[in-house]
């Protein structure tokens, strides 16, 4: 279980709060209904207007097919239904408009509602039609001379249906009988072209919504990060100046404490006092050396000094110096770097003190020994380098905390290390550092570093 040496841990205020998602969760459903509700409306209104539009239609079409219906013949057809030779030369032109405009039916009816002619044959001619009933507004409206139209009809199992009414005048302008304009199913197919259309849109809509706002989440998300960053930053650098600070005053008086345990050792020894306490002294003021230089590493602000570096000749020259330390902790080294020179642009000093640190810590983490594997990589724009190590691993549920800054396993660690090979490799290479690994089945480091920035 990592713990940090100091109090710097991440503030949760600088975590996304859930309650921040839910609020942008509920935000998205709102606006996926309001979409919904918006289309479904103007799907609502389009039917109303075109409905309005083909009933219009209908209507104007009842009344140019009535004033081709003699008003004067009217009555005289009345008095002799069944008599097809008076009816005749309306009956064979209206069947031809009924065809060439694709209307259901067309109908002539005296003002008492009594058919005189019936253009489907469906209706009894001579008798009342019995489906004016079901408009009987709009036919009292006709009746008084003025055309109109019934509303739509959705039978079910069927399609819609509409009549258009239009009174039929005589030569003394009076209303002598009226026409009847039907549509059915192929008249009214736009409604249906409609409202699939307007689903299909719909449904894109929705999509394209739901589509930005989970692009809008990614970059809510990838702004908070950014944020956190900022804000993790001003914090580390305001703490690290602290630090350096404090570090370099404490180097002096440090190192006048070992040049006086030189002398003091000396002085002992000189009195034929010998003492292994004295011996302390320097070891731990070199130790104590270590820790400052750590903190002092961590809290530096300079830019980076990039040059070409080849990073095989750089990884090779850091090998050399774990030399020894590998020897003594049987510690194999499984060599997989190149041959050829592979280069990019960068600070070498840094650069070496990211893979010292990361071979440090593979060899920390393996305190019987074990394999430690160096393998580089090519890609056009980037060169990989893994570290691998046989050691100990960690939890997965630490790897997330283990580049934060003082968060150590280690009895002596100052948990510096990865934060500061973080910060050299992410902010001043451009680059990306991971750690992977499992309990008891070793880690594996891995940097990617852009050729160039
Ligand atoms: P320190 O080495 O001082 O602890 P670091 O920042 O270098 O500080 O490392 C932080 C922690 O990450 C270590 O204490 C250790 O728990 C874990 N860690 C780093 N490298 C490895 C590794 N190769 N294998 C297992 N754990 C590791």
């Known amino acids: ?13 600088f975590v996304v709060p859930a309650r921040q998602w839910v609020a942008m969760a509920a935000l998205m459903v709102a606006v996926l209904a309001a979409v919904a509700v918006g289309l479904w409306q103007f799907q609502h209104r389009a039917h109303e207007y075109l409905r309005e539009a083909l009933g219009n239609q209908l209507q104007d079409l009842a009344v140019t097919i009535a004033a081709t219906v003699p008003g004067d013949s009217l009555a005289f057809w009345a008095l002799h239904t069944g008599a097809d030779q008076w009816v005749a030369p309306v009956q064979v032109p209206l069947t031809r408009v009924r065809q060439d405009t694709g209307l259901s039916n067309i109908f002539v009816c005296l003002p008492t509602g009594e058919v005189l002619v019936d253009v489907s044959q469906s209706l009894l001619v001579g008798e009342p039609n019995p489906f004016l009933a079901l408009d009987a507004v709009e036919v009292e409206i006709a009746r008084s001379g003025i055309a109109s139209h019934s509303r739509l009809y959705h039978v079910m199992g069927s399609d819609y249906f509409m009549t258009g009414y239009a009174p039929i005048f005589d030569s003394l302008d009076e209303v002598a009988g009226f026409v009847g304009v039907e549509a059915s199913v192929g008249y009214f197919d736009a409604l249906g072209q409609l409202r699939r259309n307007l689903l299909v849109i719909g449904a894109t809509v929705v999509a394209l919504v739901a589509l930005l706002m989970v ?20 914090t580390l650098s305001a703490m690290g100046r602290m630090t350096a600070g404090i570090a370099h005053e404490i180097r002096n008086p440090l190192g006048v404490i070992k040049n006086a345990a030189q002398l003091l050792k000396e002085d002992l020894h000189e009195k034929g ?13 070199d130790r104590l050396n270590e820790i400052l230089t750590g903190y002092l590493d961590f809290a530096r602000q ?47 000093h840094r650069l070496q003190q990211v893979f010292l640190n990361l071979i440090l810590n593979a060899m920390q983490a393996m305190p019987q020994g074990g394999h430690l594997a160096l393998e580089l990589t090519q890609e056009p724009e980037v060169v990989k380098v893994k570290v691998r190590d046989s050691g100990v691993g960690f939890r997965p549920e630490d790897a997330r905390h283990l580049f934060e800054p003082f968060v150590t396993t280690k009895e002596k660690g100052s948990g510096l290390g990865l934060s500061v ?24 480091a891995i940097v990617e570093l852009p050729r160039r920035r």
């Open 1 to 13: 279980m990592p713990h940090a040496s100091s109090k710097l841990s991440p503030d949760p205020a």
């Open 215 to 234: 692009v809008w989440l990614f970059y809510a998300r990838r702004l908070a990060r950014a944020r956190q960053a900022l804000l993790r930053n001003e």
């Open 273 to 285: 006092i010998e003492s292994d306490l004295i011996e302390f002294i320097p070891e731990e003021v």
């Open 302 to 348: 300079a830019p980076p000094h990039r040059v070409e570096v080849d990073l095989v000749q750089l990884l090779r020259r850091t090998l050399r110096l774990f030399e020894q330390d590998f020897q003594d902790h049987g510690v194999e080294l499984i060599d997989e770097l190149p041959a050829e020179r592979v280069t990019i642009e960068g600070d070498s």
């Open 421 to 444: 090979v973080r910060r050299i490799v992410e902010e001043d290479h451009g680059g990306r550092i991971r750690l992977e690994g499992a309990p008891g089945k070793g880690a594996t």
